[in-house]
Nanobody
Framework: VQLQASGGGLVQSGGSLRLSCAASGGTFRNYVVGWFRQAPGKEREFVTS?????RFTTSRDNAKNTVYLQMNSLKPEDTAVYYC?????????????????WGQGTLVTVSS
């Protein structure tokens, strides 16, 4: 399956942004999609794969083969390249190796 992340950009602190992850080439409903991010100079870290984790909420539209990440109350420390990744595991965890398919990433910059 191929993933395409989009929706990144520049936003002020306290603002909101919605990222999209469009999938193609597979049976989308068979995959769990997670979100990771990599801040400048840091390792990539898991963000969420559940419906809601703090300020971030995921949702999916199987008809459009798309998963969304709604990010609210953004902070400068949320600045990072955000990646979506798909796992065929029933309940994937937070480790990168659990996700076999990756999108190319989309940059989110939060200004103070």
């Amino acid at each position: 399956v191929q993933l395409q992340a989009s929706g990144g950009g520049l936003v002020q602190s306290g603002g909101s942004l919605r990222l999209s992850c469009a999938a193609s080439g597979g049976t989308f409903r068979n995959y769990v999609v997670g979100w990771f991010r990599q801040a400048p100079g840091k390792e990539r870290e898991f963000v969420t794969s559940n419906s809601r984790t703090g300020r971030f909420t995921t949702s999916r539209d199987n008809a459009k083969n798309t998963v969304y990440l709604q990010m609210n109350s953004l902070k400068p420390e949320d600045t990072a390249v955000y990646y979506c990744a798909a796992s065929s595991r029933l309940i994937p965890g937070t480790h990168e190796y659990e996700y076999a398919y990756w999108g190319q990433g989309t940059l989110v910059t939060v200004s103070s």
